[in-house]
């Protein structure tokens, strides 16, 4: 039995649909899930009716990238009401934005020579949130490149020749934009972040931010216990989940692989219900 809050589907940058993510944490025997992809909440409700259907408990979830000159910043949004409309505007704008960077992205291939249109990104999206990954897909099936690792590795990664930067949102904007919105903010994978990124955290606690996903397949035994021990310390929600993107990607890991401790979804409910209280 495990709880896996941070997994993608083709929402966003993952490569199986809502359901279909919905079914292999089934079937790896995970109790509760979080669908939480990129900028975008449109894979929620079909992954709702498939965990009702199969009676695991669906939280609905969003991650939102920030960026810094040292590095990234993700934060994962939770319970976010289905009513909460300028938040969701603000998601929408920034999949337009998304779209208005891909292009921009594909031109910066075809400046270097590479034989790919921005067609071809929006037939592998399908509608999803446009994606780095899918520009690499897109690169793979041109021949461009033999793999999606090799069109980050020499196009696609941070600063790299093709690389479009997001537009800018800082990690307290995110932080905020989760809370007015009546969810919860959990910083995503802390051991990925920078020794800058880390000491970011008391700043964040200070802004809102409400927990810290502890529990992720590249922490380290030590960084886990770190951020536990920091959680502890400033009352966080101690949450976890695998990232997982389905076959076929990069960070193709299996569902529930990584456990966020038992409780923790009604933990991340309390907390809502404390935020909104706070507010009255
Ligand atoms: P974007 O938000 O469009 O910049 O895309 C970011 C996504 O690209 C991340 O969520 C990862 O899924 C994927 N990604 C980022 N860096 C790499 C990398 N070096 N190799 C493979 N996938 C990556
Ligand atoms: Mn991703
Ligand atoms: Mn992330
Ligand atoms: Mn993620």
Redesign the pocket.
């Known amino acids: 039995m495990s709880i896996d809050l941070h997994v993608?589907s083709n929402a966003?940058?993952g490569t199986l649909s809502p359901a279909a993510v919905v079914e292999a944490a089934r079937a790896a025997g995970v109790t509760a899930l979080a669908l939480t992809d990129?900028d975008t909440m449109d894979g929620v409700s079909e992954a709702m009716a498939a965990a009702e259907a199969l009676g695991l408990e669906l939280v609905p979830g969003v991650e939102l990238n920030t960026d810094r000159t040292w590095g990234e910043v993700h934060i994962l949004g939770y319970f976010i009401p289905p009513d909460a409309s300028g938040f969701y505007e603000l998601l929408a704008r920034r999949r337009e934005a998304r779209v208005r960077r891909g292009e921009k992205m594909v031109q910066r291939l075809q400046e270097l020579g590479l034989r790919i249109s921005f067609d071809d990104v929006l037939r592998i999206a399908n509608g999803g949130a446009i994606?780095r990954?899918h520009v690499a897909r897109a690169l793979v099936e041109a021949g461009c490149v033999a793999s999606i690792e090799e069109a980050f590795a020499r196009y696609l990664y941070t600063g790299g020749p093709a690389y479009v930067p997001r537009e800018p949102f800082s990690a307290f904007d995110a932080v905020r934009a989760i809370l007015d919105a009546g969810g919860v903010p959990v910083l995503a994978h802390p051991g990925r972040m920078s020794e800058e990124g880390k000491k970011l955290i008391p700043e964040l606690i200070e802004h809102g931010l409400q927990g810290l996903e502890c529990y992720y397949p590249e922490h380290t035994p030590e960084d886990t216990e770190h951020f536990l021990a920091l959680a502890a310390k400033y009352d966080l929600v101690v949450t976890g989940g695998t990232d997982a993107?389905g076959p076929g990607s990069t960070?193709d890991r299996r569902i529930g692989s990584v456990s966020a401790p038992p409780g923790a979804v009604e933990a991340l409910r309390e907390r809502q219900a404390r935020l909104a209280r706070g507010r009255r």
Do not use: I, K
């Open positions: 993608h966003s940058d990129h994606t990954p993107h960070h």
